[in-house]
């Protein structure tokens, strides 16, 4: 079985900066890329950050320049750097992983729990 488990999360003022993690666990024969997505009260799940196994990253324009993805390929791990954090940034930040287990020759896409992040003062 495939795990992500995310860590980090918290209060924090306008302004402030948190970094979570996520790692992937299990029987992992490749990760693909691994990203951020986030939900906020009464929105849908929207897409923040990626970071693929070539090294590339992408952002949605609402954190471009604020939030800053990397990755640490010999832990299957991925971060997410925030910076500036706005009030408008509080939801519950869910890791992503496109992988593929050993033994499988299709690759899946994984979920972590998730981990609130909230902004306020």
């Known amino acids: 079985q495939v795990q992500l488990v995310e860590s980090g999360g918290g209060l924090v003022q306008p302004g402030g900066s948190l970094r979570l993690s996520c790692a992937a666990s299990g029987r992992i024969s490749r990760i693909n890329y691994m990203g951020w997505f986030r939900q906020a009260p009464g929105k849908q799940r929207e897409w923040v950050a990626t970071s693929t196994s070539g090294g590339s990253t992408n952002y949605a324009d609402s954190v471009k320049g604020r939030f800053t993805i990397s990755r640490v390929d010999a832990k299957n791990t991925v971060y997410l750097q925030m910076n500036s954090l706005k009030p408008e940034d509080t939801a519950v930040y869910y890791c992503?992983?496109?992988?593929?287990?050993?033994?499988?020759?299709?690759?899946?896409?994984?979920w972590g729990q998730g981990t609130q992040v909230t902004v306020s003062s």
């Open positions: 992503n992983g496109n992988l593929l287990q050993i033994g499988e020759i299709v690759q899946r896409n994984y």
